[in-house]
């Protein structure tokens, strides 16, 4: 499976930013999706995660209530919709597919894109 994820960019604080992240390859293997990121200095940390099929989801408490993840089946695409920008949300943003149905631990996840950067300028 390959991920590619892009969308990042720099906003202000109080902005909305939509990242995406196109699957390709064994997606048929894939049970479910993930977003990490990973601040400068800081270890990488679970952002939100969904089914395959899109029923299950899952939020860290520092994205929930301003992030909405979704996917597009056909596109085999996931998209992470993030509102309120803080500039604590600054990070390079990761996606992963998994085996296994949602998680947020970053060692259940099987597959990793190349990271996007979101800088949120204050």
């Known amino acids: 499976v390959q991920l590619q994820a892009f969308g990042g960019g720099l906003v202000q604080a109080g902005d909305s930013l939509r990242l995406s992240c196109a699957a390709s390859?064994?997606?048929?293997?894939?049970?479910?999706m993930g977003w990490f990121r990973q601040a400068p200095g800081k270890e990488r940390e679970f952002v939100a995660a969904i089914s395959w099929s899109g029923r299950i989801t899952a939020y860290s408490d520092s994205v929930k209530g301003r992030s909405t993840i979704s996917i597009d089946n056909a596109k085999n695409t996931v998209y992470l919709q993030m509102n309120s920008l803080k500039p604590e949300d600054t990070a390079v943003y990761y996606c992963?597919?998994?085996?296994?149905?949602?998680?947020?631990?970053?060692?259940?996840?099987?597959?990793w894109g190349q990271g996007t950067q979101v800088t949120v300028s204050s």
């Open positions: 390859g064994r997606t048929f293997s894939t049970v479910s």
């Open positions: 992963a597919a998994s085996f296994r149905p949602p998680r947020t631990r970053e060692n259940e996840y099987n597959y």
